[in-house]
C-alpha cells in the first residue's frame, strides 16, 4: 500500500481502554513509524495527547488539538484558530442560564468552574488536571493575555445539553463549529475548524497527497477527515453515518481495530 501518513483520532478510535493504547498498538505503530508519519488528531488539549505519543515513539511528529484548532510540533505552533472572547462570554452567558458546567480550553490550559462526576472522569481519561477557577476570571485571564479559547466543552444533562444546542445553533450557528460527542457532552470549537482542514496542512507541510494518507475515525469529527484522505477506515463502534461514508471498517477499538487493520494493511 503507498500510504506515507497515517492519522487517527484517539477515543474511540485508537485507545483500548478509556485512557491508554494497548501494547499490541504500540506493536504495530513502531513496525511502521520509520516509514509512515504517525499523526494523532483529537478533540484533547496537547498534553492529553503528548502522553500518547510518548508511549507510541512518534514525539517528533505533529499533533492535531481540538479537532485541528490547534496543530503543534513540540514547542512549536503551526496553526491556532481561536475563539474570540466575545463568543467565548454569549456561550458562558446561554450556559449560566440553563445551570450547565463549562470547561474552557486555551492552547495547554484547561479551565473548569467546578469540579463534577464528568470533569473526575475528564482528569482520568485524558491525564491532565484542569484549573479551577470562576469562568469570569478565566475570561479575565484569557483577556490580559490576548488570548482566545481553543475549545469549550460543555457537560449537563441531555435536556439541558439539548436547549444549549439548540440555542448556540440559533445564536451563533455560522460562527462556531458545533460537536456532540454523547447525550451529555458538547464540544465548541472556531467554525474555520476541521480535522481535515489541520490534516491538510500537514500534507501540504509534507509535500503529501491525500491519496497517501490512510485515517482512522469514529465520530461526527472524523467524517471530513475520513471522506476525503486515500482511505478512509471507520471504527466498528462508530457512528453508522461514519461507517456509511469510510472505505473501509475496522474491528471494534476495545478490541485493538486499529491495530489489526494495520497489520493487515501493512503487513
Excluded at 441531555?158 to 458538547?186: C, G, P, V, W
Amino acid at each position: 500500500m503507498p500510504y506515507k501518513i497515517l492519522i487517527s483520532d484517539i477515543d474511540g478510535t485508537l485507545l483500548s481502554d478509556h485512557n491508554n493504547v494497548s501494547d499490541f498498538t504500540t506493536e504495530q505503530i513502531a513496525r511502521i513509524k520509520d516509514a509512515v508519519k504517525v499523526i494523532l488528531a483529537s478533540a484533547r488539549m496537547p498534553s492529553a495527547i503528548r502522553y500518547l505519543q510518548e508511549r507510541l515513539g512518534v514525539t517528533d511528529m505533529p499533533m492535531i488539538c481540538y479537532n485541528g484548532g490547534l496543530v503543534i510540533q513540540g514547542e512549536i505552533t503551526l496553526s491556532s484558530s481561536e475563539i474570540p472572547l466575545d463568543k467565548v462570554k454569549r456561550v458562558v452567558e446561554t450556559a449560566k442560564e440553563h445551570d450547565i458546567s463549562l470547561g474552557i480550553y486555551s492552547y495547554d490550559d484547561w479551565f473548569a468552574d467546578k469540579m463534577t462526576h464528568r470533569v473526575a472522569y475528564e482528569i482520568d481519561n485524558t491525564q491532565v488536571k484542569p484549573r479551577f477557577r470562576s469562568l469570569e476570571k478565566t475570561i479575565a485571564t484569557l483577556e490580559a493575555q490576548h488570548k482566545g479559547a481553543h475549545k469549550i466543552m460543555s457537560i449537563g444533562g441531555k435536556e439541558e445539553t439539548d436547549i444549549l444546542e439548540r440555542m448556540l445553533r440559533e445564536d451563533l450557528e455560522n460562527q462556531m463549529a458545533i460537536y456532540r460527542s454523547n447525550d451529555i457532552i458538547m464540544e465548541i470549537t472556531d467554525n474555520r475548524v476541521s480535522k481535515f482542514a489541520a490534516v491538510k496542512l500537514l500534507l501540504d507541510s509534507f509535500g503529501l497527497s491525500e491519496h497517501e494518507a490512510i485515517a482512522f475515525g469514529d465520530n461526527y469529527n472524523d467524517l471530513e477527515m475520513i471522506e476525503n484522505v486515500g482511505h478512509g477506515v471507520a471504527m466498528e463502534n462508530g457512528r453508522e453515518v461514519v461507517k456509511e461514508i469510510a472505505d473501509a471498517i475496522a474491528g471494534h477499538h476495545t478490541k485493538d481495530g486499529v491495530a489489526y487493520y494495520l497489520q493487515k494493511v501493512f503487513s
